[in-house]
């Protein structure tokens, strides 16, 4: 199954403790990566969060953003950090002897400060408040695997066109070899009649260059390796497990068959459809990379 590595997935959990939000967002990354960013509440939830989520989606960089209102009585006490604070007074005072400031340190001051009061996070029950993480977490990661697959569906359909364009320029290919030879031997016993003038042409030495041309300008085998990638591509659009990678390493292995291909063809002709090739292959390549 073509699924793409780009989405957003967002899930709300709503329950009478508070309101849980998780966002999932995926962009795209050779390997599987997962940053989290949550309160302090859901900290120990960490690595089930990773899990949840690399279950599902096995390329990319996704960054997972939760968010946790609680809500008691429609209020929420204040915390005060004292021995923050008194570090901050002792720190003022400290500046204030070094510059020669002789201000008061006043009370809102030390209360502005980073971390020195807060809003305290009423204690919800643990397997409660992981069982609403997970949930809110699934339920995002559900909602951008349908905007992945969405995606992949348009992926697949443009993978499928440009593999048939490959095989049509592949055939052209197969069907221009047998001439390369041809047209250099005309060419060749054009140009020695030229050069000997009344002199008798050696048909046997020309013969010769001949086969030592056709043995050089060969690609039978490129060609039948080419057309074996061909069909593992297709095999491997079919697949269910996500199958970027593979597609990548084929891209590889065709665009290594083509390049043999051009440099055996010493001939105008096969040297335009071998470019034709590389330029579809590159087209190809890139929409690979935003495969998962």
Same mark, same amino acid.
């Given at each position: 199954?073509?699924?793409?590595?780009?989405?957003?997935?967002?899930?709300?959990?709503?329950?009478?403790?508070?309101?849980?939000?998780?966002?999932?967002?995926?962009?795209?990354?050779?390997?599987?990566?997962?940053?989290?960013?949550?309160?302090?509440?859901?900290?120990?939830?960490?690595?089930?969060?990773?899990?949840?989520?690399?279950?599902?989606?096995?390329?990319?960089?996704?960054?997972?953003?939760?968010?946790?209102?609680?809500?008691?009585?429609?209020?929420?006490?204040?915390?005060?950090?004292?021995?923050?604070?008194?570090?901050?007074?002792?720190?003022?005072?400290?500046?204030?002897?070094?510059?020669?400031?002789?201000?008061?340190?006043?009370?809102?001051?030390?209360?502005?400060?980073?971390?020195?009061?807060?809003?305290?996070?009423?204690?919800?029950?643990?397997?409660? &408040?992981?069982?609403?993480?997970?949930?809110?977490?699934?339920?995002?990661?559900?909602?951008?695997?349908?905007?992945?697959?969405?995606?992949?569906?348009?992926?697949?359909?443009?993978?499928?066109?440009?593999?048939?364009? &490959?095989?049509?320029?592949?055939?052209?290919?197969?069907?221009?070899?047998?001439?390369?030879?041809?047209?250099?031997?005309?060419?060749?016993?054009?140009?020695?009649?030229?050069?000997?003038?009344?002199?008798? &042409?050696?048909?046997?030495?020309?013969?010769?260059?001949?086969?030592?041309?056709?043995?050089?300008?060969?690609?039978?085998?490129?060609?039948?390796?080419?057309?074996?990638?061909?069909?593992?591509?297709?095999?491997?659009?079919?697949?269910?497990?996500?199958?970027?990678?593979?597609?990548?390493?084929?891209?590889?292995?065709?665009?290594?068959?083509?390049?043999?291909?051009?440099?055996?063809?010493?001939?105008?002709?096969?040297?335009?459809?071998?470019?034709?090739?590389?330029?579809?292959?590159?087209?190809?390549?890139?929409?690979?990379?935003?495969?998962?």
């Amino acid at each position: 199954m073509i699924k793409s590595m780009t989405g957003y997935g967002k899930a709300v959990v709503e329950t009478e403790t508070g309101r849980t939000t998780v966002e999932i967002r995926s962009v795209n990354h050779r390997y599987g990566e997962v940053f989290v960013k949550m309160p302090r509440s859901f900290l120990a939830f960490e690595n089930d969060v990773r899990k949840a989520v690399g279950d599902r989606l096995k390329r990319g960089k996704i960054e997972v953003f939760v968010q946790r209102e609680e809500v008691v009585g429609g209020q929420q006490r204040p915390l005060v950090n004292v021995a923050l604070a008194r570090a901050y007074r002792e720190a003022f005072d400290h500046l204030r002897t070094e510059l020669g400031i002789y201000d008061p340190v006043t009370l809102p001051l030390i209360l502005s400060q980073k971390d020195v009061l807060a809003a305290q996070e009423e204690s919800s029950d643990e397997d409660a &408040l992981r069982a609403e993480l997970l949930q809110g977490v699934r339920g995002a990661v559900e909602a951008m695997e349908t905007m992945r697959m969405r995606e992949g569906e348009a992926l697949l359909a443009d993978l499928r066109d440009r593999r048939q364009t &490959l095989a049509m320029l592949i055939d052209r290919v197969a069907e221009r070899a047998p001439a390369v030879v041809a047209d250099y031997a005309q060419k060749l016993r054009e140009r020695l009649a030229q050069l000997l003038a009344d002199t008798t &042409l050696d048909e046997a030495r020309l013969a010769q260059e001949v086969a030592l041309l056709a043995d050089r300008c060969d690609v039978t085998e490129e060609l039948v390796r080419f057309r074996s990638h061909l069909i593992q591509f297709d095999e491997t659009l079919a697949l269910a497990e996500p199958v970027g990678r593979k597609l990548d390493f084929l891209m590889q292995e065709l665009n290594r068959e083509v390049n043999t291909i051009g440099s055996k063809a010493n001939d105008a002709a096969m040297a335009a459809i071998v470019v034709e090739l590389k330029a579809e292959l590159e087209k190809i390549r890139e929409q690979v990379q935003n495969i998962e």
